[in-house]
């Protein structure tokens, strides 16, 4: 062959496949690369680096090349999802692909002549058209981690593994090095998204469906606002009610759920109230009265016994999958971020949509200041207050709760101290993070707990528009049963979970996706699921919820 070699067959197979790809690799020049090719005992075209000092240096075994991939992919067992660092040969990608259990695979490598050149010396072709296989070549980190952030479903593919073609990356360590960073950035946030969904999946899917006949009336439209207040359950709010109620008549005032029994126990009486909370004990913020006339903020999938609280209860859609679905094909509901995962940054959302201009923050502690839990009057104080006996008093209570934490840490302020823990830090550090993306600006109020460093905004942003309320387009039970029909017609699982996914059509991708929750709380009480009984488990479960009468259904 010429020196192209291989080249033109993989072009033309990544022109249906990978057209970007295809395209780079058209352009680079296999001659210019940094690669020697061996043979090896058995016969094979083994890659080789060559450094500047001469040095040769195979990729893989020149004994038996293919039997040392086969050994590779042998010490892989529950992990579904593998990411290759370095192309080289493609043995252990070969064996990998042999495997039905092993669901996707990601190549990364850098250097698009040295592809080139390997793509030359070979064929590939086997591997290119498994649709399984995705190549990136000389990604960015950010983009490794959109990647890993858009395909890995821990529910469908189980575990992730790196496997690293170590002469691969001892011969180019920074790129490889800034993909393992990426990477574990990625997984970080996804096994923090799936531990929640695990636990909390089941519960989602219910209250979604029993707040669905509630969410069907139409409310007023929201309030225009331009300064908004915001109470957080902090023990700083104790110091900063007298502020707050001198300046109660300035500002409108979001409640916190947490913070609402604190200011109802001082007089004052917030404009809203906001909780994004799905389990039950979100209920105890609201066991000393909510008057009636306050609206209350909701996620759709908050606990529908809160909704209950209120006559002017005012769902809004969150992240969850199911609740964009229902914003997207039933009834548009106003967006509202929940992803820094605690309320006072739904509430920063809020006053955002709402069109406030300026926001004060109280109570916004996201620490212990003092060894102190939450503000006075708040549900903890009454629940630590009724279990206190002589063999546990209040303070062992206090105590417990806070050193159940084994990360707490001391930090020492110029006249104060408080304790934190890293939830705590990472809720802090995401609060900061949004200040630099909204709209309006928002004014910590000083207090005694971790300070909160609030970024500049890059750039001006523009209004936000108001959210007019839409009536639904069918009424929540014919929506329903068109939503329990599309779940039945799902089809099983056969073959690999890639394969599944890229033969669904887009609207039963979109059906699937609303699932997944569920799914991976299902997977966590059974565990030894396999991934067509995991699909098969699901649409039973999903569809036994929903033929239950809407305000009785649960799981």
């Not at 998204?193 to 439209?221: K, M, T």
């Not at 994004?276 to 000393?288: A, G, K, L, T």
Request: aromatic share 8%; glycine share 6%; proline share 9%.
């Amino acid at each position: 062959m010429d020196k192209q070699g291989f080249l033109p067959l993989h072009l033309q197979a990544l022109s249906k496949t990978d057209p970007a790809l295809g395209s780079r690799l058209s352009r680079a020049n296999p001659c210019v690369g940094r690669y020697q090719f061996l043979h090896s005992r058995s016969g094979e075209p083994i890659p080789a680096l060559a450094d500047p000092q001469g040095t040769v240096r195979p990729l893989h075994s020149l004994v038996d090349p293919v039997r040392e991939g086969s050994r590779l992919i042998s010490t892989v067992q529950e992990e579904g999802f593998l990411v290759f660092f370095g192309l080289g040969g493609g043995f252990a990608v070969t064996a990998a692909l042999e495997r039905e259990d092993i669901q996707q695979i990601l190549v990364i490598d850098y250097g698009i002549d040295d592809l080139a050149a390997l793509f030359a010396s070979k064929s590939y072709l086997p591997l290119l058209q498994d649709p399984r296989l995705h190549i990136m070549a000389d990604p960015s980190p950010a983009q490794v981690e959109a990647y890993i952030l858009d395909q890995y479903q821990p529910v469908l593919y189980r575990g992730i593994r790196v496997i690293p073609l170590r002469p691969r990356i001892d011969g180019e360590p920074t790129p490889f090095s800034a993909a393992t960073a990426a990477i574990t950035s990625a997984l970080t946030r996804v096994a923090g998204d799936y531990s929640v969904q695990a636990h909390l999946g089941a519960r989602w899917f219910s209250n979604i469906l029993r707040n669905l006949p509630v969410a069907e009336a139409l409310e007023g439209p929201l309030p225009a606002i331009t300064q908004a207040a915001i109470s957080a359950a902090g023990p700083s709010l104790d110091l900063q009610l007298p502020l707050l109620a001198k300046r109660r008549n300035e500002r409108f005032l979001i409640a916190t759920d947490t913070s609402l029994p604190a200011l109802l126990q001082a007089g004052l009486e917030p404009d809203a109230v906001i909780s994004i909370d799905c389990q039950h004990i979100s209920y105890y913020h609201f066991m000393q009265g909510l008057p009636r006339r306050i609206p209350l903020y909701l996620d759709l999938a908050s606990p529908p016994v809160v909704a209950s609280r209120t006559v002017d209860p005012r769902f809004f859609s969150s992240g969850h999958p199911l609740v964009q679905y229902v914003s997207q094909y039933w009834r548009p509901l106003p967006p509202v971020d929940t992803s820094g995962g605690n309320v006072t940054y739904a509430a920063l959302s809020l006053a955002e949509l709402l069109g406030a201009e300026e926001v004060e923050l109280y109570g916004a502690d996201f620490s212990y200041p003092l060894g102190r839990g939450y503000a006075r009057g708040t549900y903890i104080h009454s629940l630590f207050d009724a279990q206190q006996t002589r063999f546990s008093p209040l303070e062992a209570l206090w105590s417990a709760f806070l050193f159940r934490n084994p990360a707490l840490k001391r930090i020492q302020q110029e006249h104060s101290w408080y304790y934190e823990t890293p939830i705590l830090s990472r809720y802090r550090q995401g609060l900061e993070a949004k200040t630099a993306s909204l709209r309006p600006r928002v004014i910590p109020v000083q207090g005694i707990g971790a300070p909160l460093t609030l970024r500049k905004k890059r750039k001006p942003i523009p209004p936000r528009r108001f959210f007019t309320p839409v009536p639904p387009k069918v009424s929540a039970r014919e929506f329903i049963a068109a939503y329990r029909e599309h779940i039945r017609r799902l089809p099983p699982l056969q073959g690999t979970v890639q394969g599944y996914l890229q033969g669904l059509t887009p609207g039963e991708r979109r059906i699937l996706s609303t699932l997944l929750p569920l799914a991976a709380a299902i997977q966590r009480r059974q565990p030894s699921l396999g991934a067509a009984e995991l699909i098969e488990t699901l649409r039973t479960n999903a569809l036994h919820a929903l033929e239950k009468r809407p305000g009785n259904a649960d799981t």
